[in-house]
């Protein structure tokens, strides 16, 4: 049987944190639908039979419903195709939601929060949801497959082996359990970043975000398209986003004015479809005004610029000095003695510091 399985949407988000750009934020929500567009399209050219989708379709407070009739109305496009949702922690299925309140096609089945399966011919679908914008762990040691003959799969939004307390908000999922049910394939969503890899026979996949949101989700996004037997799993990313977001960094250890600094910017070389965000370091030797390089900034593929850079100094030194710069100079020490993991931070603290101190 063959599937795509996607997740991680997010229609209507606003993209606040992209840019202060205002026309990209549109047209990056305009790109979220024409990208799902051409994912159903690829499902009714190619003939899929089953369409999995792994959380966070739409952002719960942004959602219109015509975006809901949007997407509905594609749905309707594929009639042979069945689609499982499993709501996640920004579209729980809650009672004022549209998955709640909502005439979905009828080859929609939108899981709940109780554990679910579904019988088919060929296959046994089981999947839960998010019921609140929070769910905690769910006991999977729980689940029993009773026909392990047959290819069963889940469908949920979690997170895989989470490691700190606020990522155990978000129903926090053992690899290891779930590798003893014996799932032939789980359609995982939450973490924007697919984990899909050839080499490592991967079972328990996430898509990543289907769309980038922005620049802590770098490189190409798009959905996994599977085809699965009893013990044989062939799996195949395809990027959809048409877009895609880069980190570029620039020495301005050398640069000594706001006029070469936009020179320097102006010379990187820019690749199609791709948008950037240039983070400025080494040593400055000037003071950079950060809201006139954004003005004079033409670029329309960079979308932001960070100072990352420092001056020269030296803090050992200044730590001897019997005024309040010495003073605080050691207490930075200090600190970095106790934390030596965040020496970065304490230094950058302690450069914040020193400018006040100089006013």
């Known amino acids: 049987m063959k599937f ?3 997740a991680d949407m997010h229609f209507d988000t606003p993209f606040i944190t992209l840019s202060n750009k205002t026309d990209l934020c549109k047209l990056r929500r305009i790109e979220q639908k024409e990208t799902f567009r051409k994912v159903i399209e690829y499902i009714k050219q190619n003939e899929i039979p089953y369409l999995f989708i792994s959380g966070d379709l739409y952002e719960h407070k942004y959602i219109r419903e015509s975006t809901i009739e949007y997407i509905n109305n594609l749905f309707k496009t594929i009639p042979n195709t069945k689609v499982f ?47 609140d914008f929070y769910l905690g762990r769910l006991n999977l040691e729980e689940i029993t497959l009773d026909n392990k003959d047959k290819i069963n799969i ?104 706001d006029e070469e600094l936009i020179e320097k910017i102006n010379s990187i070389e820019i690749e199609e479809n791709t948008f950037y965000k240039i983070n400025l370091v080494g040593t400055r030797n000037f003071e950079i005004n950060m809201n006139e390089i954004n003005k004079l900034n033409n670029n329309e593929n960079i979308l932001k610029i960070k100072n990352k850079t420092i001056t020269e100094y030296n803090i050992e030194d200044i730590s001897r000095e019997t005024t309040l710069k010495g003073m605080f100079a050691k207490e930075i020490l200090e600190q970095i003695k106790k934390h030596p993991l965040k020496e970065d931070f304490f230094n950058e603290v302690f450069e914040i510091g020193l400018e006040i101190l100089d006013k």
Do not use: C, R
């Open 4 to 6: 795509v399985h996607i």
């Open 85 to 131: 949702i499993s709501p996640g922690n920004h579209d729980p299925y809650i009672k004022n939601s549209f998955y709640n309140n909502f005439n979905w096609n009828n080859n929609v089945h939108i899981f709940k929060s109780e554990l679910e399966k579904i019988e088919l011919n060929e296959v046994n679908i089981y999947g839960y949801g998010f019921d």
């Open 154 to 257: 889940l469908i949920i939004h979690g997170t895989l082996d989470g490691s700190d307390s606020i990522e155990n908000n978000y129903n926090p999922i053992s690899k290891k359990v779930l590798e003893q049910k014996g799932f032939d394939y789980t359609a995982l969503g939450h973490i924007h970043k697919t984990n899909y890899n050839l080499d490592n026979n991967e079972k328990i996949i996430y898509p990543g975000s289907t769309i980038s949101l922005g620049f802590d989700e770098l490189g190409n996004h798009g959905m996994i398209v599977g085809e699965i037997e009893k013990n044989k799993l062939n799996l195949e990313f395809i990027k959809m986003d048409p877009k895609v977001f880069k980190e570029k960094e620039i020495n301005i250890s050398e640069v000594n004015s």
